[in-house]
């Protein structure tokens, strides 16, 4: 992910991002028919372009070389590509309906990065912080609506949710220019 940040102060910042994020879900179930037992098993993947929108907080608390930082934010997600595969008792179907016809192709989540900023000079850094996601919006489209009813025994709603570690390099340009937001 490429991020841009704009400085307000010595400790807030506004910041913009563009990545590229896969998600999906890999799952096995047996359902009891008339006829007997149906094996399903289903592989979705989704990717998507992000564009993250954050508060980004830093505290140079911990002396001259390392900081603790917080950014937290909105995050629109546009699906971009999609993969769908389902095999019934052993069997790949292959008349699945285009991923997007069948999810939603707009993600919208919230996202939160803790983590420290260590200084190598005024102008570089490397953070490493924790990065989490979570999507606000019902992955299934009207496609699956149309079909299973939702509610206790029919369609759930799915959505986004990943964490993990971030890194990243970061390099101040034009360090003159961020005293005029200070």
Same mark, same amino acid.
């Given at each position: 992910?490429?991020?841009?940040?704009?400085?307000?102060? &010595?400790?807030?910042?506004?910041?913009?991002?563009?990545?590229?994020? /896969?998600?999906?879900?890999?799952?096995?179930?047996?359902?009891?028919?008339?006829?007997?037992?149906?094996?399903? /098993?289903?592989?979705?993947?989704?990717?998507?372009?992000?564009?993250?929108?954050?508060?980004?907080?830093?505290?140079?608390?911990?002396?001259?070389?390392? %900081?603790? %930082?917080?950014?937290?934010?909105?995050?629109?997600?546009?699906?971009?590509?999609?993969?769908?595969?389902?095999?019934?008792?052993?069997?790949?179907?292959?008349?699945?309906?285009?991923?997007?016809?069948?999810?939603?192709?707009?993600?919208?989540?919230?996202?939160? &990065?803790?983590?420290?900023?260590?200084?190598? %000079?005024?102008?570089?850094?490397?953070?490493?912080?924790? #990065?989490?996601?979570?999507?606000?919006?019902?992955?299934?489209?009207?496609?699956?609506?149309?079909?299973?009813?939702?509610?206790?025994?029919?369609?759930?709603?799915?959505? &986004?949710?990943?964490?993990?570690? #971030?890194?990243?390099?970061?390099?101040?340009?034009? /360090?003159?220019?961020? &005293?005029?937001?200070?």
């Amino acid at each position: 992910r490429v991020n841009f940040g704009i400085p307000l102060s &010595n400790h807030w910042s506004v910041q913009l991002g563009l990545g590229y994020t /896969q998600g999906g879900q890999k799952y096995e179930d047996t359902y009891q028919l008339l006829d007997g037992p149906l094996n399903v /098993q289903w592989n979705v993947r989704l990717g998507y372009l992000q564009f993250p929108l954050l508060a980004r907080y830093s505290s140079h608390s911990f002396g001259d070389n390392v %900081s603790f %930082s917080m950014s937290f934010g909105p995050t629109i997600g546009i699906m971009v590509q999609g993969s769908d595969e389902a095999i019934f008792n052993g069997v790949p179907d292959s008349m699945l309906a285009d991923p997007f016809i069948k999810y939603n192709t707009l993600d919208l989540g919230l996202e939160i &990065n803790p983590g420290v900023d260590i200084y190598f %000079s005024k102008t570089t850094f490397l953070t490493v912080a924790f #990065h989490a996601y979570v999507g606000l919006v019902n992955l299934n489209g009207a496609y699956y609506e149309q079909y299973i009813p939702e509610g206790q025994d029919g369609l759930k709603s799915q959505r &986004n949710l990943f964490m993990g570690l #971030h890194v990243g390099f970061n390099w101040i340009i034009e /360090q003159r220019y961020r &005293n005029r937001w200070h």
